[in-house]
């Protein structure tokens, strides 16, 4: 292979000036001129409960109240997996929250306003509040309708029950491995709800123009995709997909919750009722918490053996979601971790349950990590205490099963290669592992955890991304494809891999964010697979370029194709050292023959790419049969933790994070996620701490009250490790790393407060106030007060993980 | 120009003058997203009424670079500092009135000068390494 000159190196990021000039727009910053509504939802008091009337009149009599819009205006469902929602709901309410009408009025104060004389006559329910109250045979039901809703083919909900879904996934015989196990270590583990906190708050302006035309201005992560799930509910209307523009310009900040499509419909279904005029709905920092998608809460029970040596026998891993009154994204969450709940393992013998549970809490969704953060808290825990029961060192422990190339994975396919164990050993290192800290305080202890990790893009088997390539008369050139820029670098890797083929410095490509009108399709911008799906397609787009070049060059002046090689912006030819034709030359004009005519013309290219190895379809019992993972990307993670034994106050003094990126085409933005990453994962741990109260309202929808990071709650030191296993099928190597780097946090903290003092936590969060408390004999349940983090209030090690509702009424 | 008494300054500064760098993150004063530099001290805008600032000179991300990148916007360029951007002008602001006070402030003083600012992208690394990295040199226009 040639030496690679731009894909591995570092160029300044190329939305770098936008941002640190101002002028970067995002959506609420776009002009739309005076005739600009706003609008504001009317929103539901109570978890549960059936809508009996509107009264919209009051509203609509306030001057500059344009439309009072209700859910008899669009009795249409949407969803990305399964269609459970309505726009507006029209006959319950399933969240605290949850929009039941909405005012468009000239200013957005006349609508704040209007929208509080919207009368709403409700029928309080029983809520779902508690995940045994919900799988109960005579549960209340949140959705009535479950089993009519269209969805896709690997989702099992069962009618008549609050289960959403259910992925088993069964390999060996976890009876026999049990049997052959010599130690067995079976406990729970609690994740609470966690919030995105993306800075900016959700927004969209949606016009529906005088010719039937309507566009949205989305702070999305998935243009394309909201595209078709809004062709698909406003299908009703007359709307097709080519009638239907979505437009993203910057967004601040994803993490998953704008994936998919949540407030979204909410902007696009108002357009359609003030045809003319463009319409704004924006998200208030309250709303950003209890009306997108939350991260889901989950309570895990997991069963681990394996033999003196320390090679693991079986694994029994069960997971009920709290997954809150809508999963039409979140329940492929539950899928995700469904399949690979072993973690980077070799386990001859598994069997996984994840369950989703509908509960009348926000709807759980898609959050950077998807899922694999919350899973991995509890194994990588249980790990650490199942070696310290074998008498071996957790970090031989995990060494000893690590995953390697070629393996069985739980469900048959085959693991791709892997840098784990290299991993392990670097981060080792790196931590001094097997070394005790001491600390200068008497007051502290310092203590040290290390955790694994893995994750593959959760996607469906056609999930595809495509790539357009054009010059400019000065060689310069124009990318045009629909991955989102949401901070994590997407343009300039993009423009770094065609840079690398057609020879064209970075400085001189241009790639904007994405507009359905005119860039090439991409599926969303999630998964962490962008770099991979959407690098592919950009690259086979170069190649398409490079190909046409050469045809031009040798239709024109009879060079052969197969000599014929870039460099520095210029064609050369390998027969004929002296030829050079530099792209300025001929990319847009074409090369000119003696007879004084012109070959060529514009030069395009285009590429497209789609994990064709891929599927879903598999035995709904085993999980045996398909390959519904594109590949894994592991690593490997540790702290060191200084806790302060009087306060419970944890500092972070170091922390490693290894990670096999197959190849780091930017390795500045791979170590930008790393510490990015790292630092949301540890929030999780250590500050954020949501809470419901116990009629499901959420108490601290506020960053006064649910603390994420500042500038002075960082790790004092964060050492990224790059690993470059290659991954076969990623352009030049690379395979994704965005979501990855939170996922060990979690548990590695955990891990650490044990190795400090002693103390096992196995409910997130770990703040100073439960280590305190505990470390002075007080049980943090006993005192913590009425509120729950997860819809569940019993104690977790008594939860039996039934499913008999299921079961009764299958 | 003319303000309503209960005219926010974010909205003024955003939806009557058009200048759109200070952002709508939180509209109580937690986030630092609307941060401007009021006759050179750091306030956030979504907590001051806009009557409150008649005479005063207001200075935004935009007004900044009017001359040119400063050498701490150059030094965030460099260090990849930011990454959605949303926060960013905010952070600019906060960075800048510190370097005005103390043009060599210790890394406790720069993560104490924008621990107002919240980002939820970089983990705040690579900002703080760009605001050490211009600290140690001459302020100076390119």
């Not at chain 1, 896709?152 to 029950?161: E, K, M, R, S």
């Not at chain 1, 015989?173 to 729970?188: M, P, R, S």
Request: hydrophobic residues 40%.
């Amino acid at each position: 292979m040639t030496q690679l000159k731009v894909v591995g190196g570092s160029p300044s990021r190329i939305d770098g000036l936008d941002k640190i000039t101002g002028a970067a727009n995002y959506v609420d910053d776009l002009a739309f001129g005076p005739d600009l509504l706003h609008a504001e939802v009317v929103e539901s008091p109570h978890a549960h409960a059936l809508i009996k009337s509107i009264d919209t009149s009051a509203a609509e009599k306030v001057p500059g109240v344009v439309r009072v819009v209700t859910g008899k205006d669009f009795p249409y469902r949407f969803g990305l997996y399964m269609q459970d929602r309505l726009i507006f709901p029209t006959d319950r309410v399933r969240f605290v929250g949850e929009q039941v009408a909405a005012v468009v009025a000239r200013d957005a104060k006349i609508a704040k306003r209007a929208a509080k004389l919207v009368k709403v006559v409700y029928k309080e329910l029983k809520p779902v509040l508690d995940l045994t109250e919900a799988l109960r045979e005579d549960a209340v039901l949140v959705h009535p309708d479950l089993g009519k809703y269209p969805r896709c083919p690997w989702f099992f909900p069962q009618a008549g029950t609050n289960l959403a879904h259910f992925r088993k996934t069964r390999k060996g015989d976890v009876e026999q491995g049990f049997k052959e196990a010599d130690v067995i270590l079976e406990d729970t583990y609690t994740v609470p709800r966690y919030a995105h906190c993306a800075i900016e708050p959700h927004a969209i302006v949606g016009l529906y123009d005088l010719a039937g035309r309507l566009t949205l201005w989305s702070a999305s992560q998935s243009p394309y995709t909201q595209r078709h799930v809004f062709a698909q509910a406003l299908a009703p209307l007359g709307l097709t997909h080519k009638d239907i523009r979505v437009v993203t310009p910057y967004v601040g900040g994803g993490f998953g919750g704008k994936a998919g499509v949540s407030m979204e419909i909410i902007g696009a279904a108002l357009a359609m009722m003030v045809k003319g005029h463009p319409v704004k709905v924006r998200w208030s920092r309250a709303q950003e918490f209890y009306n997108t998608y939350q991260r889901q809460g989950v309570i895990a029970r997991i069963k681990l053996g394996a033999k003196k040596d320390g090679t693991i026998t079986a694994i029994e891993h069960s997971l009920h979601w709290d997954a809150g009154g809508y999963v039409e994204y979140g329940a492929n969450v539950v899928n995700a971790v469904g399949l690979s709940a072993t973690g980077p393992y070799r386990v001859p013998n598994v069997k996984i349950d994840s369950v989703c549970v509908y509960t009348n809490l926000p709807p759980g969704g898609p959050y950077r990590g998807f899922g694999y953060s919350e899973f991995h808290f509890g194994l990588e825990s249980h790990l650490d205490r199942l070696a310290r029961k074998l008498g071996m060192d957790p970090v031989e422990f995990r060494r000893k099963n690590a995953i390697r190339e070629g393996d069985t994975l739980a469900y048959g396919a085959k693991m791709n290669p892997s840098g784990l164990h290299e991993a392990i050993d670097r981060v080792a290192a790196e931590i001094r592992w097997g070394q005790r800290e001491s600390p200068k305080d008497p007051n502290k202890v310092i203590g040290k955890g290390f955790a694994c990790f893995w994750k593959a893009p959760a996607m469906p088997p056609n999930a595809s991304s495509s790539a357009f390539i054009k010059f400019n008369e000065d060689g310069s050139l124009n990318i045009s494809a629909s991955g989102m820029e949401i901070g994590q670098g997407y343009l300039t890797v993009m423009a770094q891999i065609a840079a690398e083929v057609l020879t064209v410095p970075v400085s001189r490509i241009r790639i904007e964010p994405p507009d359905t009108d005119r860039n090439a399709y991409e599926w969303q911008t999630v998964g962490s697979h962008v770099t991979w799906g959407c690098g592919n397609a950009v690259k086979a787009a170069a190649l398409d370029v490079r190909g046409k070049m050469f045809e031009v060059v040798e239709r024109a002046l009879g060079l052969s194709r197969d000599t014929l090689y870039l460099e520095d912006e210029k064609v050369k030819c390998r027969a004929r050292p002296d030829f050079e034709l530099p792209f300025k030359d001929f990319v847009i004009s074409g090369i000119q023959t003696p007879h004084g005519n012109f070959i060529g013309g514009p030069i395009l290219g285009s590429g497209v790419f789609m994990p064709e190895f891929t599927s879903a379809l598999s035995d709904p019992e085993t999980s045996q049969g398909g390959h519904p993972n594109v590949h894994y990307t592991v690593g490997a993670a540790a702290a060191i933790l200084e806790v302060d034994k009087q306060t419970g106050r944890m500092r972070v003094l170091k922390a490693v994070l290894a990670v096999d990126v197959g190849k780091a085409v930017h390795p500045g933005l791979v170590k930008g996620q790393v510490v990015g990453g790292l630092v949301q994962g540890l929030a999780t741990v250590l500050y954020e701490d949501i809470r419901y109260d116990l009629k499901g309202k959420l108490l601290n929808a506020n960053f006064t009250d649910y603390k994420i990071p500042t500038a002075e709650d960082l790790p004092d030191e964060i050492v990224p490790i790059i690993i470059e296993v290659a991954q076969p099928d990623g352009p030049f190597g690379a395979r994704g790393v965005g979501e990855h780097t939170m996922i060990p946090a979690a548990a590695m903290v955990a891990n650490a407060v044990e190795d400090a003092v002693g103390l096992r936590v196995k409910r997130l969060p770990i703040t100073a106030e439960k280590v305190a408390l505990e470390l002075h004999g007080i049980h943090y349940d006993d005192v913590k007060g009425s509120y729950m983090g997860l819809c569940f209030a019993g104690e977790p090690e008594s939860y039996a993980f039934r499913t008999t509702g299921a079961k009764k009424r299958k | 120009m003319e303000v309503e008494p209960s005219d926010i300054l974010l909205d003024v500064l955003r939806d009557e003058l058009g200048v759109k760098s200070p952002k709508i993150g939180c509209e109580r004063g937690d986030c630092g997203a609307c941060t401007v530099l009021l006759d050179g001290k750091s306030v956030r805008t979504c907590l001051i009424l806009a009557i409150e600032v008649d005479g005063c000179e207001i200075t935004t991300v935009e007004g900044l670079s009017r001359a040119g990148l400063t050498p701490l916007q150059q030094s965030f360029l460099k260090h990849d500092s930011f990454q959605c951007g949303f926060c960013a002008p905010g952070i600019v602001l906060s960075a800048t009135e510190l370097l005005g006070k103390n043009p060599h402030p210790s890394e406790a003083e720069v993560k104490e000068a924008i621990a107002g600012n919240l980002c939820r992208c970089t983990g705040y690394k690579p900002i703080i390494e760009a605001v050490l990295a211009v600290s140690s040199k001459p302020a100076r226009r390119l």
